[in-house]
């Protein structure tokens, strides 16, 4: 049975370690071949574009991303993941909240890759939903003592 998420749900349930961690061997699967994530696709709307990210990663998933540019307030994003071997949807996740985490830990993977050891202080350019992220996600890579905002 498919997985039906939130925003809520991501935000109660995805924690920083689990998302660097993912993250972390989602870079080495891409590294390995492994992760397969072609660019992205649009389709024209007018005044705005649908835009789609797919991937897939060999012998077990794959799925999309799907989310507007339209000129309105920003709807929400939608996430499908199929299972590779039966082609079911696995999960769902409709919202927001999982993109910026995504992101976010992202930027963790290589903050843990190319930073010093005992790097304490991070620095972040604005104080929106993407820095707040960046700053979860480093938490769970770095002992931080010190959070600036610019």
Do not use: K
């Not at 989602?26 to 397969?36: E, F, I, P, S």
């Not at 995504?102 to 190319?114: M, N």
């Not at 890579?141 to 600036?148: C, D, G, I, M, T």
Request: glycine share 10%; charged share 25%.
């Amino acid at each position: 049975m498919e997985e039906i998420l939130h925003d809520d749900d991501v935000r109660d349930r995805l924690t920083a370690a689990d998302a660097v961690r993912w993250m972390g061997e989602a870079v080495d699967a891409h590294h390995r071949g492994l992760l397969l994530g072609p660019p992205r696709a649009h389709a024209d709307l007018g005044d705005g574009r649908l835009v789609f990210t797919t991937g897939r990663l060999l012998g077990s998933w794959f799925g999309y991303r799907s989310y507007d540019t339209l000129p309105v307030d920003r709807g929400a994003q939608l996430v499908v993941v199929h299972d590779e071997a039966s082609g079911l949807v696995r999960a769902l996740c409709i919202g927001n909240e999982l993109g910026p985490r995504r992101v976010g830990a992202i930027g963790a993977v290589a903050a843990d890759a190319l930073a010093a050891a005992d790097a304490a202080v991070v620095a972040v350019f604005g104080s929106g939903t993407q820095a707040y992220a960046q700053v979860w996600a480093l938490a769970a890579v770095r002992e931080l003592q010190e959070v600036r905002v610019y």
